[in-house]
C-alpha cells in the first residue's frame, strides 16, 4: 500500500520562508522512512531529518530495529557510547538514531562524533565510513571478535543515520538532511 506524501510547502511563521520537506503523518513513517516506498530517501542521497510535531516520533523509532542516542541524556553522548552504538548500527545494518530532544545542538553531537576520530561525522553523513570502510579507523582490539573487520560485511549496507528534533530547525539543518515533516493526521470526519 502507498501512501501519498504531500510534497507542498507551507510558510515557517519562525523563519519566515517556505516549510522544506515531506509531509507525512506517523501512520505513513513506516512506508516513508524504514521501507523507503518509491525510493525518494535513496534517490536524494542524504539521510532524513525528522521534524516531529506529534510528540510520537521518539517511540516510533524506538520500538524499530534501532541504536537510539537520546543526546539530552549526558550518558548516551560519552564517547565511547556513541562509538559503540554507531559501531553496533554498521555492523547489524541497523538505524543510528540521534534524538535531538527539541534542542538546537547538533553541532555538539559533531563535536562528540568527531571527538572519536578526526572527520568521523562528515564520514558518517557523505557515507564514506561504510562505502570506503573507514569504520575501520574507530574498531578497537578490545571490541572482540564480533567487531573484526569481516563480520561487518553481511548487512553494514543497510546502516542508515537518523535525526529527530521537535523543534524547528535552522535552515542550514535543512539543506544538509533530507527533511521529513511528521504532522499530526487529520481529524476523521
Not at 525528522?50 to 560519552?78: C, H, K
Not at 534524538?99 to 572519536?116: F, K, P, T, Y
Request: aromatic share 8%; charged share 30%.
Amino acid at each position: 500500500e502507498v501512501h501519498q506524501v504531500d510534497q507542498s510547502s507551507g510558510i515557517n511563521a519562525e523563519y519566515g520562508q517556505e516549510e522544506k520537506g515531506v509531509k507525512v503523518t506517523i501512520r505513513d513513517l513506516e512506508d516513508v522512512l524504514i521501507r523507503d516506498v518509491g525510493n525518494k530517501i535513496k534517490d536524494d542521497g542524504r539521510w532524513p531529518l525528522l521534524i516531529d510535531e506529534t510528540g510520537q516520533v521518539s517511540v516510533f523509532v524506538r520500538y524499530t530495529d534501532t541504536n537510539y542516542v537520546n543526546v539530552a541524556n549526558p550518558s548516551n553522548m560519552e564517547p565511547e557510547r556513541i562509538r559503540l552504538a554507531l559501531l553496533g548500527a554498521v555492523r547489524y545494518g541497523k538505524p543510528l538514531v540521534f534524538d535531538l530532544m527539541g534542542c538546537d545542538i547538533l553541532h555538539i553531537v559533531q563535536e562528540r562524533v568527531d571527538s572519536i576520530h578526526e572527520g568521523l561525522w562528515d564520514w558518517i553523513l557523505d557515507k564514506t565510513l561504510v562505502t570506503e570502510e573507514k569504520f575501520n579507523k574507530i574498531t578497537k582490539k578490545e571490541d572482540g571478535p564480533e567487531y573484526e573487520e569481516k563480520q561487518f560485511w553481511a548487512r553494514m549496507d543497510e546502516f542508515k543515520l537518523w535525526v529527530i528534533t521537535n523543534a524547528e530547525p535552522e535552515p542550514e539543518l535543512l539543506d544538509m538532511f533530507y527533511t521529513i515533516r511528521v504532522k499530526p493526521a487529520p481529524p476523521k470526519v
